[in-house]
């Protein structure tokens, strides 16, 4: 009887099977072995021992191992290429990990070695960098599996506008003059147009038209503006005339001079009406006072065809055709600043609802910009070349964004994001230039007229968030439910 100790393997057998039921050979290739398995019987693993008898019992089982990703298990030491066919440190390493640390040792009586320690990755994943990043890797999550801003929050989609308008009114004999300002929207949805001679108002929640007045063949309209309350209506003339008129009543109020030609920009705040002329001055009138006008503001040395009070009343802005922007305060009839970066006529004058004291103007033909404005230092805060001649802005009172209309030589009308200056729409229509422009009560809707002699609405600017309630108003409703 056999007195040496036997070694110890690291290999699990099943009763009835002993460490000599299992072979394994080695060929002269370095880099490849088989085991084979079988009964316990002597006679069957006599006659295995042959390589010319291996098919009579067993089947194995060879892969293709340069399509295995066997380092995504960190098989392979880094440095040791998997190469077709295997290596030497690829056998010692599989044959150690799927027969114990031992096994190594006991099998070496070859003269191929033992293995010093198995690999501690063994059925763990490791990154693989081979392919696309998975959605769920580390570089994606980031440090404790959170999820980066940009997968978790995906960018917000571009707020659509249509393109083309809902409603397009004949208006015949609309004056095709960049100095004019002929369209006017009143807070109690009534457009006052004017036409020629006349002043026609447009009833927007029923369509109805109706002839506020007619100056007669010796005299024309040159300017309309809404009171803010929308009960009346100024008219200015070619002749320099100022006229209020009740819009409801259709009765004339109130005539005032005092302009030597004609009135073609007016601007009411709460309680006094501004008009500007080709006179160059500006007259300010209080329909308390018996005479034509308090106060004579001289500053622009040509017509004055811009002019918008603040939303505070403290101040007012004007735009001339000797390129200058000019803003006063009630305190002073001089001018408290002068901005003259313009190279072309400044029509274009709007007052940000959003920004105490942000002003932005724009500029005719030779300029084309529109520039903002920090009234309360006279810095300018940024400006954007349209490329065409800017007759028109509005800021938008629902969200921060306005709107301009253009002449040459591209005739578009253009939706901004502010402060970012973005494009949100452009929208073209018009075959002339886009002269005027008035915003419906509930801040939605633009109304744009051009010497086309046609008036255009176009829904351009969303809803307010809470709506606030407006009194004896019955806000527009073209096709649309009454915001009440």
Known sequence: MDSTPRRKSGLNLPSGMNETSLRLETFSSSSSFRAVTCVSSPRAISSLSSPSKTSSCSDRFIPCRSSSR????????????????????YARLLKSELFGSDFGSFSSAGGQGGLSSPNKNMLRFKTDHSGPNSPYSPSILGNGCRVSSESSTPPKPPRKVPKKPHKVLDVPSLQDDFYLNLVDWSS?????????????????????????CDLGHNDSVCSVQWTREGSYISVGTHEGQVQVWDGTQCKRVRTMGGHQTRTGVLAWNSRTLASGSRDRHILQHDLRISSDYISKLVGHKSEVCGLKWS?????LASGGNDNQLLVWNQHSQLPILKLTEHTAAVKAIAWSPHQSGLLVSGGGTADRCI????????????????????????????VNELVSTHGYSQNQIMVWKYPSLSKVATLVGHSLRVLYLAMSPDGQTIVTGAGDETLRFWNVFPS?????????????????????
């Open 70 to 89: 066997l380092h995504t298990f960190g098989l392979i030491e880094k440095g040791s290429p998997v190469k077709e066919g295997g290596d030497e440190a």
């Open 311 to 315: 939303h505070d009343d403290r101040e």
């Open 464 to 484: 307010m968030k809470t709506q606030t309630p407006v009194k004896d108003t019955g806000l527009w409703s073209l096709g649309r439910t009454q915001i009440r």
């Open 188 to 212: 109690q949805n009534v457009l006052a147009v004017g036409l020629g001679s006349c002043v026609y108002l447009w009833t927007a929640s029923n369509s109805k038209v109706t002839r506020l």
């Open 371 to 398: 520039r903002f404005w920090n009234t309360t230092n006279g810095h300018q805060l940024n400006h954007v070349d349209t490329g065409s001649q800017v007759c028109n802005l509005a800021w938008s009172k629902n």
